[in-house]
């Protein structure tokens, strides 16, 4: 077994972190103060093909593979979460399953514009009444002639209100259950499309968690993707590689806090001595470091299988899980080594701390997550 | 038009450098390298120009051993479109000379209008191959630039170099030599794409032979290295605000002679 990066994945990764280092980290604290969408610094992630990574050249995207995808956004995740998660879901809620199920005509139009940054793209499968148990989708499309009318309510969608492009479930045949869901690329300012509210969030606040609302949308049969009765199968596929990418976002998450607390352990003194001198200090450092070095391999060889056509959906969701609570341990312990400085603002890691907590829930909460593996290892 | 960079792969600013085990020589083991941060800002000055014109050639040049593969990659990567390494061990040890002699070997076989460089490579600091490329050359050479404007029909070249409170403005006719200092430009990142398609472009291996050239032996030979030595330690004043203040005082004065 080699654990090497390739030298393409390293200088991805090199690149990554220097733009992180030098254009998000001076904004991270004020977008996060203010819930403000870092516009300027999306855009630029845009043309460096931070927005496209694994999907090839010929639409838009930048070719390369999942792996150079994981320790980008790892890069960027260990300066700013909301960063990551925006630059996720572009990747791998949109970009993969518009890529893998998309026509050309559809990859040309919904796609290439999404890869190569112009535009974005989200990912609407989540309701009022469907969080975990997203089969109970209650958003309808009704056939009529060449166009579907689409109603209903989509909650907590990142980038809902940013995007050009939604990525919709719906019901077509209620009565198959999540047999009868299908998946719909619906265009911004389609009439009867409209983003009704911004959610105020505990952490992850420059990124755009929105309501979307259907009422009435004609949405042409020619942005269907894939087959009628296929959308569950389109967004659970789109989730397993989502969760390869919260999964590098929480390691990202992890590591950045992680060096805040060592650095702290060095310099502030106590007793004489160092922090990092004292025993339970060094023991919450050194947990927290293999913790992340274990959900870094975890990360990455999902990743692998993924980039090898391997099945990879126990894979995500282990890396998954553990990832993220690895995330809101190290960031837990951060706090802690850092005192009650650590619970002032000035100090960042709070944003941390209040940022890994979303990695426990989205995509799949931390107990979906054992359940998938579950399933898995009992052969249900 | 063709441009050519010659840049140096050196340590990673944040390197601690170490003298090694032959104490003419730094430890490598653990450095990373990276391209010298001025010859950064002449890659990125030579894309522009061909942007600019729309068309061209930029071709990057480095001598040094296998691991320079690395750095050339790395300007491959920001747009270069093709790049020659002169690897050979003819040049081990090569001082600023030889280098320059290398350098100028392959810039008449490559007859670019225009070359690039950094002002100083950030190791050594000579900041001296630049201008011993231009006289071997017998091109005209203008160092620390600040500015520069190539004409529209590529004749001629206007640079403003950083001089002592302000700018010095000189029309170079091309064929001419470059030296770029911090401020002239903004270095780009590679982009993805840019990384990706850097395996598809050209590194070619130059030996000395190639260029009709020898070993050469070094003009300039290294005696030995030192490190810095540590800082001593500060001095904290004890005692009450009014006697440390007073004892501040005559350290300063005393002891150290600063005041
Ligand atoms: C900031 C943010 C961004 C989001 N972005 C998107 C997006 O882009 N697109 C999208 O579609 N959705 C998005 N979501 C929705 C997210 O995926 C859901 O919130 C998540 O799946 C949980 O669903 P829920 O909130 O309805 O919680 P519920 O499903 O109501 O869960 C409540 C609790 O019950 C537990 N639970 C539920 N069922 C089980 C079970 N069977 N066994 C054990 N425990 C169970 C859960 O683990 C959880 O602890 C986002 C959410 C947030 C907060």
Redesign the pocket.
């Known amino acids: 077994m080699r654990l090497e990066l390739s030298e393409e994945q390293q200088m991805i990764q090199a690149m990554a972190r220097e733009f992180a280092e030098s254009a998000i980290r001076p904004i991270a604290a004020e977008i996060d103060r203010e819930a403000r969408f870092p516009h300027e610094t999306v855009k630029r992630m845009g043309e460096l093909g931070l927005m496209g990574i694994a999907i090839p050249e010929a639409w838009g995207g930048s070719g390369a593979d999942t792996v150079a995808y994981v320790v980008a956004l790892e890069e960027i995740a260990r300066v700013c979460a909301s960063h990551a998660v925006i630059m996720s ?1 572009n990747n791998s ?1 949109y970009g993969d399953p518009v890529y893998k199920f998309g026509t050309a005509a559809q990859r040309e139009r919904f796609l290439t514009p999404v890869a190569s940054g112009h535009a974005q793209g ?5 309701e009022p009444q469907a ?3 997203a089969t109970n989708q209650h958003t309808v499309a009704i056939r009529d002639g060449d166009h579907y009318l689409v109603t209903g309510r ?1 909650l ?3 980038s809902g209100r940013e995007a050009s492009f939604a990525l919709v479930f719906c019901q077509t045949d209620r009565a198959r259950g999540h047999h009868g869901i299908s998946a719909f690329i619906v265009e911004k300012g389609t009439p009867g499309f409209g983003v009704s509210k911004t959610e105020d ?1 505990l952490g ?1 606040r420059a990124s755009d ?1 929105a309501e979307l609302v259907f009422d009435d949308c004609r949405v042409p049969v020619a942005n269907r993707l894939g087959e009628e009765g296929q959308g569950f199968r389109i967004a659970m596929g789109a989730l397993d590689g989502g969760r390869i990418g919260i999964a590098a976002q929480a390691v990202g998450i992890a590591t950045g806090a992680y060096e805040k607390a060592l650095e702290y352990a060095r310099e502030r003194r106590s007793f004489g001595v160092p922090i990092g001198q004292h025993q339970m200090v060094q023991w919450m450092l050194a947990d927290m470091t293999t913790a992340i070095e274990g959900a870094r391999l975890l990360t990455l060889q999902a990743a692998t299988l993924k980039d090898a056509g391997k099945p990879y959906t126990t894979a995500a969701a282990m890396a998954k899980l553990f990832a993220a609570e690895t995330a809101m341990k190290v960031t837990t312990d951060a706090v802690q080594v850092h005192g009650g400085y650590g619970f002032i603002k000035e100090y960042e890691v709070e944003r941390y701390f209040r940022d890994a907590k ?1 990695t426990q ?8 997550q054992k ?1 998938v593996i579950a399933r898995e290892v009992l052969g249900s | 038009m063709k441009i050519l960079v010659a840049i140096k792969q050196v340590p990673d600013t944040a390197t601690q450098v170490k003298v090694g085990a032959d104490p003419r020589l730094i430890d490598t083991a653990g450095i990373t390298w990276i391209v010298s941060p001025y010859d950064e800002f002449a890659v990125e000055e030579a894309l522009r120009i061909k942007e600019k014109r729309g068309q061209g050639e930029v071709v990057a040049v480095s001598l040094g051993p296998e691991r320079v593969k690395e750095a050339l990659r790395s300007c491959l990567a920001m747009g270069c479109d093709r790049a020659l390494h002169l690897n050979d061990a003819a040049w081990n040890g090569a001082d600023t000379l030889a280098t320059a002699r290398a350098l100028a070997a392959v810039i008449k076989q490559e007859q670019p209008q225009l070359v690039l460089c950094g002002r100083q490579a950030i190791d050594d600091d000579m900041g001296a191959v630049t201008a011993q490329l231009a006289e071997l050359l017998g091109w005209p050479c203008a160092s620390w630039i600040m500015e520069e404007a190539v004409d529209a029909e590529g004749t001629t070249v206007r640079a403003a170099r950083q001089v002592e409170g302000g700018l010095e403005v000189f029309d170079l006719p091309l064929p001419a030599v470059l030296a770029a200092q911090k401020g002239l430009n903004e270095p780009r990142y590679p982009t993805l794409k840019g990384i990706m398609g850097a395996k598809k472009k050209e590194i070619r291996d130059v030996k000395a032979a190639d260029l009709g050239l020898g070993a050469e032996p070094s003009q300039l030979s290294v005696v030995g290295l030192e490190a810095l030595p540590p800082r001593p330690p500060g001095r904290i004043i004890q005692g009450d605000v009014p006697t440390a203040v007073k004892e501040l005082v005559r350290a300063l004065r005393e002891d150290a002679k600063a005041i």
């Open positions: 879901v809620l989200c990912f609407a499968l989540t969080g975990s148990d989509k907590f969608i990142t969030k992850i968690t979303i829930i989205y995509e799949g909460t931390s107990q979906i359940l």
